[in-house]
């Protein structure tokens, strides 16, 4: 009963540092998603996916790259960390997009110094 | 997505009902309402959706008003881990940009 896993929990890095999170499921879910949330705010969606080798942009993507080579994994890439992205990053996924319901992982915290 | 208006905080004594208003009068007819918390430093969690029919479940009850431009979550016997923000949302149909606002920061006091 894994569910939708994400590492590290926790990360600190320097800026100009290249950054791999990782999101795993194990539902066989379509559709992933990578969203922030900065300190006391609301979750902004960075990229997502609705199937594998397929994604999109969301709100706020600059200075991230995702891929999405196998369905179950959605890892989100800062190629050049900065301090502005230092925030806990959430993915989620669910099986038809649109709106449905989203299953969260527990985030991963970053810190960019 | 459809606007919600939430108020920023609301506090709650253990063991009474929560009852958390959300507005969302741009709703569209074929928009569902959502709910999520957020428990401090944990993934968004799913609580409840519906359309236009009241909707109950084993953590909630939602509340439509008939022309389905406000909301209600109840949590009917509010415990201390109810404590948590909570998310009211009006998806766009086939729109995969579920946008999270700031949410109602319910406090459950003992």
């Known amino acids: 009963d894994a569910g939708i896993t994400q590492s590290p929990r926790y990360k600190i890095t320097e800026t100009g540092r290249q950054v791999t999170l990782m999101c795993h499921q194990t539902w066989s879910h379509s559709y992933m998603f990578w969203y922030r949330q900065d300190l006391g705010h609301g979750l902004r969606l960075i990229y997502y996916?609705?199937?594998?080798?397929?994604?999109d942009k969301g709100e706020v993507p600059d200075g991230y790259v995702v891929s999405r080579s196998k369905t179950e994994n959605f890892p989100l890439t800062l190629e050049s960390a900065t301090r502005s992205q230092t925030s806990v990053y959430f993915c989620a996924s669910t099986q038809f997009g649109g709106g449905e319901t989203q299953y969260f992982g527990p985030g991963t915290r970053l810190l960019v110094l | 997505d459809a606007k919600t208006t939430q108020p920023t905080s609301m506090d709650c004594a253990e063991g009474r009902a929560a009852n958390l208003p959300c507005n969302h009068s741009?709703?569209?007819?074929?928009?569902?309402v959502y709910w999520y918390r957020q428990i401090h430093s944990q993934g968004p969690q799913y609580i409840i959706h519906g359309l236009k029919n009241n909707e109950t479940n084993e953590m909630a009850s939602l509340i439509i008003t008939e022309d389905r431009k406000s909301s209600t979550l109840i949590l009917p016997h509010a415990t201390l881990r109810d404590t948590a923000v909570y998310y009211c949302i009006v998806p766009s149909y086939n729109n995969n940009d579920m946008r999270f606002g700031a949410g109602t920061r319910l406090t459950v006091k003992p």
């Open positions: 741009t709703i569209s007819g074929n928009e569902y």
């Open positions: 996916s609705a199937a594998a080798d397929i994604t």
